[in-house]
């Protein structure tokens, strides 16, 4: 059976083989010819398990290129490029789409929703300028252009335009040679058959006989894991750790992901014994708790190999077919051709499509559709044998353990929704009935003992839920509706079988869930509910198709009709017994039943669906009860039952009587009234009742209602007498204003075609007009709240143009929705009792409108009943409702219980409804009036008895004090005028002045009284008032004191700061650096109060702590470097910063002050919380405790440390005159570089050398002896200054708060653990204050905003206390380290401090400005004495020598980096050189040449131009040091630099720098010349210049980073994502690839194929990437799903994509379909929250906002 040595590959002659193959073909006998040779080489190629690449290769050369060759008898490429010149070109497309690719669907041209284009085809053709939807593709459908069935115009784009010369007269397959049309006969057949063969072949062990290999087969055999849809990840990945020897977590995750992706994978090669003992371990391990075990097998190598083979055959003949139309057809006609059983190829793999894996149904499936489907003669053939087989395929459907779309019944859409296959299918192969008979079979399993279906959540198998699909298929097919022409005999009996096994169906549901009202205790367990509306949800279209066909032809009504009467009639319980009751003088024999002690179901499809016939009478002119519907029995008042008990149930949940049903009956109720339901359970149980009512006796009718609602007793006028029962009374009050409101529904709601003379038009327009009346809407909101669009027979978008205005967002610049506002000559349509509303709506909706009369100052508030639209003849007789005896009755004694002192059974709501109900009386009055109409007289009823009822609305008009609502009162005198008015158009009008003049002065003896109460209420409230203030003064005047001292400043008081606009009291131009500096005032925060314990206090260095709530965080935000991965913590050196910033350190706050002890109180809290939370349930927090994150506790902005409050930095040193200090830069200079190499000199000659720092700082005095005694005395000045400090040493609760902040800015900038002791804290704490500042600078220089005055508060209180600490924070580190750092520092410039270490830097390597500010806040401690130190960086000599340095070496990186940062320089208007243009760019020159970068000539550019772009270049440094040496000294701000301004004259100016920038080179010493020389001959420079260098090389000024850019279309970023495939898995499709909007990769997200690991733990691929991308904060746009995805470590959130319809709404999921464009402004919103670094408070506040929602494993994106 098998062999003992693995085969080698042997040697074959291709020649010898093909004159073999081509004799046999001759003979008939091709098949075995072929297996003789691939029972050899299939074997080697693919059962030796090579690499893909080598299997791939093997595969061509042994396998298929033989093949073509032996089809083309010739070179293949040739012979295929002649034949794909003789195709003609096609009317159909045809594309398959893949999963994920865009599909469009014309609202205006597509016949059905399944009518879908490509996207070439429809960017090629005429539907894109009409309205369409779009979609991405699940996968396996195909283009439907060129397919004129599928549309109603334009069936074809321009790119399938149909031919001149009718293809149909021409056979593709003439155009091919005959000699090679009889070769591809016998290779498409015998490869078909060999498929055919290999995949239903059912041992695991051998192969048929002729495929075996000669000799002995070794014992090589595999372990084949199989997938279903039962089992997760997790089970089978841990499953296979357990079974497969040596398997990591890793190995098994691909194993996993393998099965899930190609429906199965090998997990183990070895022998039989070791196979079956890994396939028995993987048996048991998922066998356990009686769950179904994983599918796996023990396949031999052999058997496996061919399996492969067969897959590959497939692949290869799509390709074959597809390069001929020719070989296509030829395929086609082979495939469907039956065999010696009578059955084709492709039936057979049909039939056995359940025993296929996933990949090899797949591929069956495309090969099928590129072929069979293809065809249209074939593919009705086909279209037969899937409807002869259907019953067999979904029985085994519902077994298998597959999803729908890899099983071969989803072709059902392919096929039952082209509508002449369709037709053909249901007249000749009775496809309804072939349908419904496997659904009933699977619905008889779910019966209960009466007949009715019990849908059970106890049973969990999801053969049902499987067997629903088959209602898709029935919907599908009933489609093509024929016109009244179309139908014929045969097609009547056929349709008529399946509407009677329908009609089953409803029988089943008729019924479901029944509810009994519970009395005594709750319900102890909710019952199911879900599953019935389930049902009925699927099959209200099917409902709705039903309906429509039956209404086209006359005699399939009839017997439609009278299947279904009677089917209905087997339904109802023939042993009811009836009662008789009297009203008014009329008896009637009701039906005896009691909803509250009875069951009742909402369930009714089988009446409601008779209902829905019922209104097509009129069209064929037939009456109810007719001889030609000849149903026995047909009674109309047991029709109404159902519905009625229904109505009944509902009012009595609103009076409270069923409230221990608990929510399952409430939730019934929701969903019967629910816009998802309504159309086939509410709507049509109403108009069940309409139906009773106009076949029914008017007084009849009422009474049967009267009887059911429990409201005999209620209309006896005695019931009024008090008997004690109060509860009662309550519950019959609400159950009269439910009965009431169901009369105004039935006599009201005309809207139905065929009840009303209406259009479907008109009934769309309603719905909105009274949705618009509640509030102004959004498409998506009136989408939402509208029936779906598929059952209506008008267009959702044509009925709200006609009705409302378009108003967009009225803020300009914002990003939002539009409101839909009805137009105004809509607004009388509007009827309270509008029967979709519920009493929210109408509540809302009645107050909107009288509110909007009111602005518009209408005379009347009235809100009356709308004139409805008149009945159709069948079902005028409703009308006769209103001029009923028991009807007026009813009104009557409402009116009289409303004009009673005291009526113990009245509500205003029933007068309210009573009014209502007389309006339309009148209504209906005035129209038969006109048409002279003289048998409907509710006047003559109203105006007989004592008292008539104008008597009663004269006396509530006059007197009414029963009436609260204004509302009401206006109604009552709107009805009594209408009565006046059609009184007097009667014929017996009598002279009605009085009335009228009663009706006036009745309105304004009310408004009398109202403005009477309103001046007493003006004159109590007036009083009041004078006694408070009396009462204050009171106080005032008895704690005098009290008041003297209290303090007007608000509880956070600021000085002077970035948002004053003066310049305090300087009247010159501030100076903040050099001996002329000018007086510093105070800034930032100087006195808070804390939000804690709401103390205020002083901000000091000796008080109690101060703190703001602060977050730090890692960035990459300005990286201009994005391909550069971010640099690990534990090894980083920050102190040089790199130009360009790839990483960086932000901290950012909320503003909001604690003290320090306060806020410890705090966080000690939460963690005991938190621990006590951890222990007992899990949940997803919207901060990581860990990580020591919390919420501040006033605006619950994301924090993870706090930021100490330090004082006005010039009030701890004492005033300084650096006047008497004569010390030139030049000398400092060098005072410096003696340091530096004084300690570089005495460290060498040191035996430390495993130091890190190089560096051995020297004392003051012995610099000073190396200097001239002058120099020396004026440099010793200098640092004596720095040293003067006043106010003693920090409290030990600010040093605290200090250490912890430095501590977590370390921690978190760099990304490691806390080291309170680590040399590179304080480093950090510097980086963290430049950082912050250049996003700031940069962010502002964007939106073109002024440096100061245009942050928000919390921005500024932030930098000002960033940069006071970092001032102060050498004063919490050994004073030894912090002078190290100073001399690495000054090294770097001073010296060769860059081109040191392992990784050499030059001058073009380091950001001057954080370079700036380390060296600014590390020079004081320089020549510092002892250990600690009290130094503070505010010599302003000092700092502006420092500046000069910083600025000078920025400038050269300038210089050096000029040509490659402005090549195309603009021209621009031509300006003069003047004397500093010049003199800088014979600097430039010489800075080059010695760099080596000399460019040339026709390169340079001119002087002025030099000076303009060094100017520009500079400007952001410039910015950013005003903004540090603001903050550190204090000096205020000039108003110039508080307004935009792209000029550095106002900023050298506050910053004493010359404006023109060649003085800083020029008088400056040779000392500064060769520093400038040293930067510029480094080799360094010069390879980093010249050669390819994994660092990257900046331009200045930086530019500001942007998000990417996105297309307009997003249907074009959808196309573009649909060609994307997983980098994990061979170029399978992803399910959810997800586009970085920082850099524009691509990842496969949420998957296991992609996931990895980060310290430790187990992340996806999105979470991945934004730890390299973004440093661990992302922002992501999940393409098919239309939303972004915010990533911040292993938190996330969804937001909506920046993507918008024409009514400006997102569309998250792409559920509406409406064509997306990107809306800039926002974009823009996420372009500055990514930038300011607002994703983790975004994402935290989202979290917390949605703390209900299930959590998500965010890490695993």
Not at 307 to 329: A, H
Not at 864 to 887: C, E, G, R, Y
Not at 1647 to 1663: F, H, L, N, P, R
Request: proline share 4%.
């Amino acid at each position: 059976m098998a062999m003992k040595n693995v085969i080698a590959t042997p040697e074959y002659r291709q020649d010898t083989l093909l004159e073999e193959w081509w004799n046999s073909c001759e003979k008939g006998n091709l098949l075995p010819a072929l297996k003789k040779h691939w029972r050899i080489f299939v074997l080697s190629v693919f059962g030796n398990n090579h690499d893909p690449g080598k299997e791939e290769r093997l595969a061509h050369k042994f396998l298929f290129r033989p093949m073509e060759y032996f089809l083309c008898r010739q070179d293949p490429e040739v012979v295929f490029e002649e034949l794909k010149a003789k195709n003609m070109p096609s009317q159909l497309c045809g594309k398959v789409f893949k999963t994920g690719e865009p599909t469009y669907s014309c609202r205006d041209c597509a016949n059905d929703p399944t009518c879908v284009l490509c996207i070439d085809c429809f960017q090629n053709g005429a539907h894109k300028n009409h309205r369409y939807k779009m979609n991405t593709s699940g996968g396996g459908g195909y283009c439907d252009c060129g397919d004129q069935e599928a549309w109603t115009s334009h069936p074809f784009c321009n790119l399938h335009s149909p031919n001149e010369v009718n293809q149909d007269e021409k056979n593709p397959i003439e155009t091919l040679p005959v000699d090679l049309t009889d070769r591809a006969s016998a290779l498409f057949m015998a490869a078909l058959q060999y498929i055919v063969e290999i995949l239903t072949w059912n041992q695991c062990d051998n192969l048929p006989s002729d495929l075996q290999v000669e000799g002995e087969l070794n014992d090589t055999y595999i372990t084949m894991l199989f997938n279903d849809e039962v089992h997760t990840f997790d089970q089978v990945i841990k499953t296979l750790q357990r079974a497969v020897k040596h398997c990591t977590a890793q190995q098994a995750r691909e194993f996993a992901t393998l099965v899930d992706r190609e429906g199965r994978a090998t997990v183990y090669r070895g022998c039989f014994t070791s196979c079956e003992q890994c396939r028995t371990i993987i048996d048991q391990s998922t066998s356990r708790h009686g769950s179904k075990p994983l599918k796996v097998q023990v396949m031999h190598t052999v058997v496996v190999a061919h399996q492969t083979f067969c897959l590959r055959l497939m692949v290869w003949l799509q390709k074959m077919i597809e390069k001929s139309d020719g070989l296509r057809r030829l395929f086609c006609l082979l495939s469907m051709k039956p065999q010696e059983d009578g059955k084709s190829l492709m039936e057979k793999l049909l039939l056995h499509d359940t025993q296929l894996w996933k990949v090899a149904r797949i591929l069956s499936h495309q090969l099928l559709m590129a072929g069979v489907l293809m065809d249209q003669e074939c593919k009705k053939q086909f279209a037969v044998i899937f409807t002869k087989h259907y019953s067999m395929l979904m029985s085994e459907f519902l077994l298998d353990t597959h999803y729908r779309p890899v099983s071969i019944t989803s072709f059902s859409v392919q096929i039952f929704a082209v509508g002449t296959v369709a037709r053909m299918l249901v007249t000749d192969h009775d496809l309804l009935d072939v349908i419904l008979v496997p659904f009933l079979a699977a619905c008889e399993e779910k019966k209960n003992a009466n007949g009715v279906l019990s849908l059970s959540k106890a049973d969990r198998t999801p053969s049902f839920k499987r067997a629903c699909f088959m209602l898709y298929d029935l919907k599908y097919a009933l489609l093509c509706k024929p016109t009244s022409d179309e139908w014929s005999d045969k097609l009547r009996e056929s349709f008529l079988r399946g509407h009677q096994s329908f009609l089953k169906l409803l029988k089943m549901m008729q019924g479901m869930d029944e509810v009994k009202r519970q009395t005594g205790m709750h319900l102890e367990y909710e019952p199911e509910w879900e599953g019935a509306f389930n049902l009925q949800m699927r099959v209200d279209d099917v409902i709705s198709s039903f309906t429509e066909w039956c209404s086209t032809d006359r005699t399939v009504y009839i017997e439609a009709y009278r299947q279904a009467a009677q089917m209905l009639s087997q339904c109802r319980d023939t042993t009811q017994k009836s009662e008789q009751h009297t009203v008014c003088g009329h008896t009637v024999k009701c039906l005896k039943y009691d909803v509250q002690s009875q069951p009742v179901s909402i369930h009714l499809p089988l009446s409601r669906y008779l209902a829905g016939l019922h209104v097509y009478m009129g069209d064929y002119n037939l009456q109810f009860g007719c001889s030609e519907l000849n149903v026995q029995g047909l009674d109309p008042v047991k029709m109404i039952e159902p519905p009625l008990r229904v109505q009944v149930l509902i009012a009595q949940s609103q009076a409270g009587l069923w409230r221990r049903n608990g929510y399952a009956l409430l939730n019934q109720i929701y969903f019967y009234h629910n816009v998802k339901c309504r159309q086939e359970m509410y709507d049509k149980d109403i108009l069940m009742l309409q139906i009773g009512a106009s076949a029914v006796d008017s007084n009849e009718f009422l009474i049967h209602l009267l009887n059911r609602y429990g409201l005999l007793l209620w209309i006896r006028p005695e019931y009024d007498v008090p008997t004690g029962q109060d509860d009662n009374v309550r519950q019959t009050i609400m159950l009269a204003e439910e009965f009431l409101n169901l009369l105004l529904i039935i006599l009201g709601e005309r809207y139905v075609p065929g009840l009303g003379q209406v259009t479907h038009e008109d009934t769309l327009k309603r719905e909105v007009i009274h949705l618009l009346c509640i509030s102004p809407m959004s498409n998506s909101e009136l989408s939402k709240n509208l029936p779906d669009s598929t059952n209506l027979k008008a267009d959702i978008e044509d009925a709200i143009h006609a009705v409302a205005n378009f108003r967009k967002p009225t803020s300009v610049g914002t990003a939002g929705s539009g409101k839909f506002e009805l137009k105004n000559e809509c607004y009388k349509e509007f009827n309270p009792y509008f029967y979709h509303y519920c009493r929210t709506d109408q509540s809302q909706a009645e107050e909107t409108q009288i509110k909007r009369k009111k602005e518009e100052k209408s005379a009347n508030h009235t809100l009356p009943p709308p004139v409805p639209p008149k009945f159709t003849p069948q079902f005028a007789q409703i009308s006769n409702l209103l001029q009923s005896d028991v009807l007026v009755h009813i009104l009557s004694l409402i009116l009289q219980r409303s004009v009673a002192v005291r009526s113990r059974s009245w509500s205003e709501t029933q007068l309210d409804r009573v009014l209502h109900l007389i309006g339309l009386a009148l209504h209906e009055q005035r129209r038969n009036i006109h048409e002279g109409n003289h048998n409907f007289d509710f006047i003559g009823k109203a105006l007989k008895g004592e008292p008539n009822f104008t008597q009663l609305l004269e006396s509530l008009v006059t007197d009414p004090k029963n009436i609260s609502h204004d509302s009401t009162k206006d109604l009552l005198s709107w009805i009594l005028q209408k009565f006046i008015e059609v009184r007097q158009m009667t014929s017996s009008a009598e002279a009605n002045g009085p009335v009228e003049q009663l009706a006036s002065s009745s309105k304004e003896e009310n408004e009398a009284a109202k403005k009477r109460k309103a001046r007493l209420a003006a004159k109590r409230k007036e009083k009041i008032i004078a006694k408070i203030s009396q009462m204050q003064q009171n106080f005032i005047r008895d704690n005098a004191d009290l008041f003297e001292s209290t303090d007007a400043d608000s509880s956070l008081t600021r000085g002077t700061s970035e948002m004053d606009i003066s310049e305090s009291a300087h009247h010159e131009t501030p100076v903040a650096l050099g001996k002329y500096q000018s007086l510093p005032c105070s800034i930032g925060i100087t006195k808070a109060t804390c939000i804690l314990c709401q103390e205020e206090q002083e901000i000091s260095h000796n008080s109690r702590a101060m703190v703001l709530a602060g977050f730090v965080q890692r960035s990459t935000v300005m990286s201009q470097c994005k391909s550069r991965n971010p640099t690990d913590g534990e090894n980083l050196d920050p102190l040089f910063t790199s130009s360009d910033l790839h990483v960086g350190s932000f901290t950012n706050s909320c503003g909001h002050t604690m003290h320090a002890d306060c806020w410890q109180s705090f966080f000690q809290a939460i963690l005991v919380k938190e621990r006590r939370r951890l222990s007992r349930i899990p949940h997803s927090l919207s901060y990581n405790i860990v990580q020591l994150e919390y919420l501040c506790p006033l605006c619950e902005s994301l924090s993870n440390t706090v930021i100490p409050l330090v004082p006005a930095l010039h009030s701890l040193v004492t005033d300084s005159d650096l006047c008497d200090v004569n010390l030139s830069f030049g000398d400092w200079l060098d005072g410096l570089q003696k340091t530096v190499k004084n300690a570089t000199k005495q460290e060498s000659s040191s035996a430390s050398k495993g130091d890190p720092f190089p560096f051995l700082p020297s004392s003051l005095s012995s610099i000073t002896k190396m200097m001239a005694d002058s120099v020396a005395s004026n440099f010793q000045l200098l640092w004596q200054y720095v040293n003067n400090t006043k106010g003693g040493r920090f409290s030990e609760s600010l040093m605290e708060m200090m250490k912890k902040f430095a501590k977590d800015v370390y921690s978190f900038g760099l990304g490691v653990d806390p080291d309170d002791m680590n040399h590179r804290v304080s480093i950090v704490a510097w980086n963290t204050c430049a950082y912050t500042i250049i996003n700031l600078e940069q962010y502002l220089r964007y939106e073109n905003k002024p440096l100061f005055g245009a942050s928000p508060s919390r921005n500024v209180d932030c930098i000002n206390a960033l940069v006071k600490f970092a001032a102060v924070c050498s004063h919490i580190m050994p004073q030894e380290v912090i002078k190290k750092h100073c001399l690495r520092l000054l090294s770097g410039l001073l010296s060769n401090g860059l081109g040191e270490g392992d990784d050499p830097q030059c001058i073009i390597d380091v950001d001057m400005f954080h370079y700036l500010v380390a060296v600014t806040m590390a020079l004081p401690s320089l020549y510092t004495e002892g250990t600690t130190a009290s130094n503070l960086p505010l010599n302003s000599l000092n700092n502006q020598y420092i500046l000069e340095l910083v600025l000078t070496a920025h400038i050269v990186q300038v210089m050096l980096l000029h040509d490659r940062s402005q090549d195309g320089e603009e021209g621009g208007m031509e300006m003069e050189n003047d004397a500093d243009s010049v003199a800088l760019m014979s600097m430039y020159t010489e800075i080059r040449r010695k760099a080596g970068c000399l460019p040339p000539s026709n390169n340079d550019p001119l002087p002025w131009q030099l000076t303009r772009h060094i100017k520009r270049a500079v400007l952001p440094f410039l910015r950013c040091a005003t903004v540090l040496y603001h903050n550190l000294t204090g000096v205020p701000i000039p108003a110039q630099l508080q307004e935009w301004t792209e000029e550095v004259e106002p900023f050298c100016s506050y910053l004493s720098l010359p404006t023109s920038f060649s003085e800083l080179f020029l008088n400056q010493g040779e000392l500064l010349e060769r520093v400038v020389n040293q930067w510029c001959s480094s080799d360094v420079l010069r390879s980093r210049l010249y050669s390819a260098s994994s660092r990257s090389v900046v331009s200045y000024p930086l530019p500001v980073n942007h998000l990417i850019d996105l297309p307009d279309d997003y249907s074009q970023l959808i196309n573009q994502i649909s060609s994307f495939t997983c980098p994990s898995s061979k170029g399978n499709d992803s399910q959810l690839p997800t586009m970085c909007l920082v850099c524009g990769l691509v990842v496969c997200s949420q998957s296991y194929c992609c996931q990895t690991e980060i310290k430790d733990m187990k992340v996806g691929a999105a979470t991945e990437h934004t730890y390299r991308c973004g440093a661990g904060v992302g922002i992501l746009l999940r393409v098919r799903e239309c939303q972004i995805v915010l990533l911040a470590g292993t938190k996330g959130c969804f937001i909506p994509a920046p993507y918008v319809d024409s009514y400006g709404e997102t569309d998250q999921g792409l559920r509406r379909g409406n064509p997306l464009h990107l809306c800039k402004d926002s974009y823009k919103n996420l372009q500055k929250m990514w930038f300011t670094h607002c994703i983790p408070e975004t994402v935290a506040h989202n979290i917390e906002s949605h703390m209900n929602f299930m959590s998500i494993h965010w890490q695993h994106l």
